[in-house]
């Protein structure tokens, strides 16, 4: 994630081995043997595939989303990312037999994961048991036996600092009831009705449907094919062929299975228009974060910000007490007399033929856009911000959670505001573009007519899935290539796509690279040369370039990465 004023960053993985030893050498990992289950044993845990959201589960921090992919079985499993001192533990308290054994289990996939028990009423009253990272479904297991007054028991899973996000689905506590039975068996959903398709765009539909009681998520059925999983009553289908009539069908789905699909609603997209000047933004460009606070990198101007930067993002605006507002104030440590200085900085940037955007969230910052009363307020507040101080556009780096339907009313609000000249970037963290299923995919793809580009944080990251289903690490050529094959997969144009990486070693927690490994994966990406274990299927050569945070600790290093990227990235097919 972006560093935002402050001088001091987690290593996390640093102490992670000599932690995980320690826990094993002090009896952590306690696998004991299943208990002869009885005719009358139940699994105690409630909403134990996560079918129906968090219900009955609380997560540290907000740590814990219900996903609905990666999932073992059924349409949901969770999803809980460990961040800064939280590891990301996910709790349920189940109701239990006293003296009773129970048999604790349930399936990970992803970053290390722990599955325990508190508060048994024997013994030391905890049990717990862990795996290291693990690309594919493994399940846990340990039991524990329940003390002479014990009626509840507290049952977790957790992840380590510093570490990948991990998947939990299919617990199970098996033993006894304790007085609180188990989940009803689910039945197969009624088939939806009301399907119904909005105003159309050149390349999307929107479309809606009537809620299905007991069902958990939906598929949205393009010509009888490829369907699209959502959660709720609406979706909107990106990446269509302008004037083209399309057919649709919605089923619902959930642990018991999938409905028939509703009757066909057909839409045909709009014919494209004269979009006017597009965005003066290169072929193959080069983005640079500018700090404006002093955390110890090189303080600069504006006008000190390297030649080789095709766009600079100002990082970054500051949120207000109004929901999805944003403002710019110029931090007096950066050094202009005035704010004037500042804007003719601008000016003379966007002169020269750059691109410069204002910055909206980074490791701080946090912006709320989540009602039709906050995206105008975001819009609105933008433009004036693009007005006043001549910005180009702007950069989403919103990592503390989005709403990709109310951003994405946001960012088209202001796009008919400020005209098809508008850049608009992103910054997503690696788990933020994982599958075409989060917030910030399903963002990106839904103003895919308005995106500049998408500069992924290939960094402070730990290990992610490639297109090709292996995990790789970060740090590796694999890791830059594999990741942006996932994101032009999904459906965003290679033009659109930008490999996002420290300037320096000081520059991130983790994952900084030497510029020969960026260099290399470019030329894999859009040459097919230079490639490590991953090889694309295809070239990309319209791959638009590169990203780095930041500008100020490049200047630190000397300019050692734009000096050794920029040109690269100029010179790429």
Known sequence: MHVDRT????????????????????????VGGAGTAQAADVNVAKNAGFENGLTNWACSAGSGAAVSSPVRTGAGALRATPAGLDNAK???????????????????????????????????????????????????TTSFTTGASTTSVEIYTHGWYGTSPYSVDDVSVFGPDGGGGQDPDPVVPSTPAGLAA?????????????????????????????????TGTSTTVTGL??????????????????????????????????????????????????????????????????????????????????????????????????VADFKADVAAKKAAGKSVVISVGGEKGNVTINSDASATAFANSAYALMQEYGFNGVDIDLEHGI????????????????????????????????????????TALAVKDILTVVNMQYYNSGSMLGCDGKVYSQGSVDFLT???????????????????????????????V???????????????????????????????????????????????????????VHNLP
């Not at 009681?213 to 009888?224: F, I, M, P, W």
């Not at 983005?287 to 990198?297: C, E, H, K, S, V």
């Not at 030329?523 to 945070?549: E, V, Y």
């Open 482 to 512: 594999a990741l942006a094959c996932i994101q032009i997969q999904g459906g965003l144009a290679p033009s659109q796509v930008g490999l996002g990486v420290p300037a320096s070693t000081r520059g991130a927690g983790s994952g900084y």
């Open 90 to 140: 996910c709790v349920q308290t189940v109701a239990v037999k006293p003296n009773s054994t129970y048999t604790l289990s349930a399936w990970v996939q992803g970053g290390y994961a722990y599955l325990g028990a508190s508060g048994t009423g024997t013994g030391s009253g905890s049990v717990s048991t862990w795996t290291p990272d693990s690309a594919a479904w493994k399940q846990l």
């Open 241 to 338: 062929t302008a004037d083209t009539a399309y057919q649709f069908q919605v089923a619902a789905t959930n642990a018991a299975g999938e409905s028939a699909k509703s009757a066909a609603v057909t839409a045909r997209t709009a014919k494209v228009t004269d979009p006017g000047p597009g965005p003066a933004v290169p072929k193959h460009a080069l983005t640079g974060y500018w700090q404006n606070f002093n955390n110890g990198a090189t303080v600069q101007k504006l006008r000190d910000v390297q030649s080789q930067y095709d766009i600079i993002a100002v990082s970054f605006a500051d949120s207000t007490t109004t929901a999805g507002q944003i403002v710019f104030n110029l931090d007096p440590a950066v050094g202009y007399t005035s």
């Open 198 to 230: 909005g105003t159309t765009t050149s390349s999307s539909v929107p479309l809606s449907w009537n809620a299905v009681s007991g069902a958990t998520g939906y598929k949205v059925y393009r010509d009888g094919a490829n369907p699209q999983t959502v």
């Open 514 to 568: 030497d510029p020969q490994i960026v260099k290399n994966a470019l030329d894999c990406l859009t040459k097919l040369t230079s490639c490590g274990t991953f090889k694309p299927a295809q070239a990309w050569p319209t791959l638009r370039g590169a990203m780095t945070w930041s500008t100020n600790w490049d200047a630190t290093a000397g300019n050692a990465w734009s000096n050794a990227v920029g040109p690269h």
């Open 403 to 442: 709403n990709s339907t109310y951003l994405t009313k946001a960012l088209r609000q202001l796009s008919a505001k400020a005209g098809s000249s508008m850049v608009l970037t992103m910054a997503p963290q690696t788990i933020d573009m994982q599958n075409t299923g989060t917030e910030y995919f399903k």
């Open 7 to 30: 001088t001091t960053r987690p290593h996390g993985r640093r102490w992670l081995g000599g932690a995980l030893a320690l826990a094993v050498g002090s009896g952590l990992v306690l």
